[in-house]
């Protein structure tokens, strides 16, 4: 294997694992901040209870985020030395600006966040979990930034000629708010807050399903739920404002994502399909003219495709971009559909009836992350072969002086300890979720049928 495949196998590696991470704690922080809030304003303790559970498992999360997200940063100067060299005035601005914007305001409040509980009054405490929270969405603003300067570069002019060329800040705010900034930035989030709130939907539900703290199970459901199919909902107004964007500002890549072959005609919308790259055809179920339509609502519209480009300046992997796309959306509509049973089954008093039901919530906990980990694979893997749209080719970003084996075996360590921090992750994730919310067991076998009355205060107070 070459340097330049072994560099993007790890680097994709790393930062598909680090991903885990932070869209759970962008979307459990959300709802620490509900739960607070009602806390708050009704004083009932079960929602006292509900944010500082969720709180534990957040800062799980936070604290396996910001050690696998360390490594990404010393492989932008080993394993991509030109590419460094080339962004690192967009980069490092971005990275001052999360810096500044974002990890200073959440590690201002962290610590009042996880150890302030009785110590300050409620309304201090919930301005700290609301500071938490927008730090880890700042975060998130100033990391897409980022990234989305490299689909659509702007604010900026090219100093420097060959290998020592570098992209130079001429407008910071056309750089933040470059042509796909803000649509991805919409889209991420969402991902973010439906991979946290389904993971609170599968915990609850089998709460639920196993008779353990049902009554404050079905409380953080329903909350749960609605914020659940708003976001579902909304995601599906974001990403086809991102595909907007795409088919504007990265036509080979929109091609690419729908399998789309001639120079101008009418595309197709597949539902699902296989691309032969060599034949220049699409196996499978699709809408007629179906991509024309969501694009400019006239089914005869051309679309750019893919021959309209040179060869060495289209995606490799038609196919991967064309599945990874398509999975992402299926999961996407599949969301959509559950969370909209869901919340009618829950107007008609009947949700908590459905125990098949309950089991598919529980189990879907994995679908927002595998839609989010798809959804960048495709948006990564079809900008190729550029690494910086248009301006900086991949093959010509790598450092000239790692060599393959260094790689590899830098690769090996990082899967092997990736894969004990894992390890370690899911078994505490295990063991918090088996204790439940409250501080002591509510009986021996822990069924906690209930109400929540004194007798349960006098269980989490001690």
Do not use: C
């Amino acid at each position: 294997m070459d340097v330049e495949l072994l560099a993007r196998i790890q680097f994709a590696f790393t930062i598909a694992f680090h991903y885990i991470y932070p869209p759970l704690s962008i979307g459990i922080g959300l709802l620490m901040v509900v739960f607070e809030s009602l806390y708050i304003k009704t004083k009932k303790e079960d929602y006292h209870i509900l944010a500082k559970f969720w709180t534990k498992i957040f800062a799980l999360t936070f604290g396996i985020g910001v050690v696998t997200g360390i490594v990404m940063e010393f492989e932008f100067g080993t394993n991509w030395a030109t590419y460094s060299r080339y962004v690192g005035d967009v980069f490092g601005s971005a990275l001052a600006a999360e810096g500044i914007f974002a990890f200073a305001l959440e590690s201002g409040f962290l610590g009042v966040l996880l150890f302030g509980w009785n110590r300050v009054k409620p309304w201090v405490h919930l301005v700290s979990t609301i500071g938490v929270f927008l730090g880890s969405m700042f975060s998130a603003i100033w990391i897409v930034v980022a990234n989305s300067w490299q689909q659509t570069p702007a604010g900026y002019h090219i100093v420097g000629e060959g290998l020592m060329a570098r992209a130079e800040i001429t407008d910071f705010w056309a750089m933040v708010f470059n042509p796909s900034s803000v649509e991805r930035i919409a889209h991420v989030w969402l991902g973010a807050f439906l991979a946290g709130t389904f993971l609170i939907l599968s915990v609850h539900a089998y709460y639920i399903l196993k008779g353990r703290f049902v009554a404050i199970s079905k409380k953080a459901f329903k909350i749960t739920l609605v914020v659940a199919t708003v976001a579902s909902l909304a995601q599906l107004v974001a990403g086809h404002a991102s595909a907007d964007g795409v088919a504007k500002n990265q036509p080979a890549k929109l091609a690419a994502l729908e399998g789309h072959f001639e120079k101008k005609a009418p595309a197709d919308l597949y539902l699902f399909g296989w691309v032969d790259k060599e034949k220049q055809e699409v196996t499978g179920l699709a809408i007629p003219g179906g991509l024309s339509f969501m694009l400019d609502q006239d089914f005869d519209t051309p679309v750019t495709g893919l021959n309209a480009f040179p060869e060495d300046e289209r995606p490799s992997q038609l196919n991967a971009v064309f599945q990874f796309y398509h999975i992402m959306i299926a999961i996407g509509m599949f969301l959509i559909a559950l969370t909209l049973l869901g919340s009618y089954l829950l107007l008609k008093k009947k949700l908590f009836d459905k125990k098949w039901l309950l089991w598919v919530f529980v189990f879907t906990a994995l679908l927002p992350q595998i839609a989010n980990q798809v959804g960048w694979f495709a948006a990564e893997m079809g900008r190729q072969p550029w690494v910086v749209y248009g301006l900086l080719r991949t093959d010509e970003a790598f450092s000239q002086a790692v060599s393959a084996n260094q790689i590899l075996f830098s690769l090996i360590l990082f899967m092997a300890v990736y894969t004990l921090l894992f390890v370690l992750f899911v078994y505490l994730l295990n063991k918090k979720i088996k204790h439940g919310p409250y501080e002591e067991a509510a009986d021996d076998d822990g069924d906690d049928d209930r109400p929540l009355t004194k007798e349960i205060s006098e269980v989490v107070t001690g």
